[in-house]
T-cell receptor
Framework: GAVVSQHPSRVICKSGTSVKIECRSL??????MFWYRQFPKKSLMLMAT?????????EQGVEKDKFLINHASLTLSTLTVTSAHPEDSSFYIC???????????FGPGTRLTVL | QKEVEQNSGPLSVPEGAIASLNCTYS??????FFWYRQYSGKSPELIMF????GDKEDGRFTAQLNKASQYVSLLIRDSQPSDSATYLC???????????????FGKGTKLSVIP
């Protein structure tokens, strides 16, 4: 199998707080992981590419100081939304690329609501 | 400009019929093609990938690739109401940049299977 987990699945926080989302590949190694955001009834939007042991590559328009990404091991990447605001409320989804392939497997997503 | 185009639908088919989903892409040098299924409120789930021209079958699903015409399709035989979802076509394009394995996604086709 190729299982990717995300934690938490749902989080509600107050404006100004920071939220950390974890993405783990459970049964394969993933040197590269990706973070996406999806608003209701809209397409997936790639936010950043996360590579183990190096800095993430952010897409145009995504603030790297607001969305901190750490890829500390071959099975774990984290996304921290700093000083969250209501406009950051969205569905955040990670994917992990199985090493030696170009196939991405998605995590179940994290629904963030900022009050 | 890298593009993956899909008809947004909705595509409605009666239960038991064949659903045909189509996708075109802009980069002639693309090598890897993926179909994901996304249920409302959930993250994408990999259905199939295809690399070579021709057909690839997996159960009720058949992916078809024609690199000369730059299109990839997904056929779902014996469609079931549980197949009702949005189907995303994704392509690993040569010009994704940074050797990144990034996938370019279409906006998705919404399929509705009518009982």
């Amino acid at each position: 199998g190729a299982v990717v987990s995300q934690h938490p699945s749902r989080v509600i926080c107050k404006s100004g707080t920071s939220v950390k989302i974890e993405c783990r590949s459970l049964d394969f190694q993933a040197t590269t992981m990706f973070w996406y955001r999806q608003f209701p009834k809209k397409s997936l939007m790639l936010m950043a590419t996360s590579n183990e042991g190096s800095k993430a590559t952010y897409e145009q328009g995504v603030e790297k100081d607001k969305f901190l990404i750490n890829h500390a091991s071959l099975t774990l990447s984290t996304l921290t939304v700093t000083s969250a605001h209501p406009e950051d409320s969205s569905f955040y989804i990670c994917s992990a690329r199985r090493d030696a392939t170009d196939t991405q497997y998605f995590g179940p997503g994290t629904r963030l609501t900022v009050l | 400009q890298k593009e993956v185009e899909q008809n947004s639908g909705p595509l409605s088919v009666p239960e038991g019929a064949i659903a045909s989903l189509n996708c075109t892409y802009s980069d002639r040098g693309s090598q890897s093609f993926f179909w994901y299924r996304q249920y409302s409120g959930k993250s994408p789930e990999l259905i199939m990938f295809i690399y070579s021209n021709g057909d690839k079958e997996d159960g009720r699903f058949t992916a078809q690739l024609n690199k000369a015409s730059q299109y990839v399709s997904l056929l779902i035989r014996d469609s079931q109401p549980s197949d009702s979802a949005t189907y995303l076509c994704a392509v690993n394009m040569n010009d994704s940049g940074a050797g990144s394995y990034q996938l370019t996604f279409g906006k998705g086709t919404k399929l509705s299977v009518i009982p």
